[in-house]
Nanobody
Framework: QVQVVESGGGLVQNGGSLRLSCAAS????????IGWYRQAPGKQREFVAR???????NYADSVKGRFTISRDNAKNTVYLQMNNLKPEDTAVYYC?????????WGQGTQVTVPS
């Protein structure tokens, strides 16, 4: 079973940038989809971005043009580059790896953008 661990969160000013990392315990080469989700206080977890093994990507409308998801199969890591961060981006960010026999969530990493 593949396990994922997120890192890279922190406190950043309005308009700043962060890069989140999702490191997998095993090879991600054959994992069809790896995605990022977030959950703000008092809200449900929501989709942020996903990347397929083909390299195709999807984004939530709220982050299009600001966030970029990428994967480095050699390092078994998926990244989420977040630019022009806004207070509404404040949340715990989770990585999710999905494939045959795989549905793995990490513990999350906190991103805080004060208003």
């Amino acid at each position: 079973q593949v396990q994922v661990v997120e890192s890279g969160g922190g406190l950043v000013q309005n308009g700043g940038s962060l890069r989140l990392s999702c490191a997998a315990s095993g090879t991600i080469f054959r994992i069809p989809v790896i995605g990022w989700y977030r959950q703000a206080p008092g809200k449900q977890r929501e989709f942020v971005a996903r990347i397929f093994s083909s390299g195709s990507t999807n984004y939530a409308d709220s982050v299009k043009g600001r966030f970029t998801i990428s994967r480095d199969n050699a390092k078994n890591t998926v990244y989420l580059q977040m630019n022009n961060l806004k207070p509404e981006d404040t949340a715990v960010y989770y990585c999710n790896a999905v494939g045959p026999g795989v549905d793995s969530w990490g513990q999350g990493t906190q991103v805080t953008v004060p208003s």
